[in-house]
């Protein structure tokens, strides 16, 4: 389905290192915009990913893109965030502890607020990923990652 303009007929608002404290803060996920550290995170092509580190809770804000980032026009309806919210909040219902904890889902902005993984969890394009499935030996690199 392709991006369906809103009334205003503009996307929403994109959310940027610069922009997500002030945002976070506004919506009661962090007590204070000015105390944050942002890092965006690589490998997304399909929204913007930032990581979020505040007092003692570290974050993943997670925006989808209307436009992927590709060199050919690509349209996506940024909407699809929200079916991944529902999709993480059931998996965390079915499996406790398997998925980062639903924080926050903004139908408005298209944003889904995330706890961010612990750093010994392995993404899934990881575990995918063809040499994941062999052995390493002297002759076969360990898993990238």
């Known amino acids: 389905m392709p991006f ?23 919506r009661g996920l962090i007590d204070d915009a000015g105390q944050v550290t942002t890092q965006p995170l690589g490998g997304g092509i399909s929204n913007v990913v930032l990581a979020v580190s505040a007092e003692d809770r570290t974050l993943v804000v ?14 996506a309806s940024p909407v699809r965030i929200l079916s991944e919210a529902d999709a993480l909040t ?11 904890a639903v924080l926050g889902r903004d139908p408005e902005r298209l944003v889904l607020v995330l706890e961010r993984a612990p750093a010994n969890w392995r993404d899934w394009k990881t575990q995918l990923h063809p040499s994941c499935a062999k052995p390493a030996s002297p002759q076969t690199p360990a898993c990238p990652g």
């Open 4 to 26: 369906e303009p809103r009334e205003t007929g503009a996307a929403p608002p994109e959310l940027d290192a610069a922009s997500v404290a002030t945002y976070l803060a506004k």
């Open 62 to 75: 997670k925006q989808s893109l209307p436009r992927l980032r590709v060199t050919d026009e690509w349209l």
């Open 90 to 100: 059931l998996c965390a219902r079915l499996t406790p502890g398997a998925v980062p």
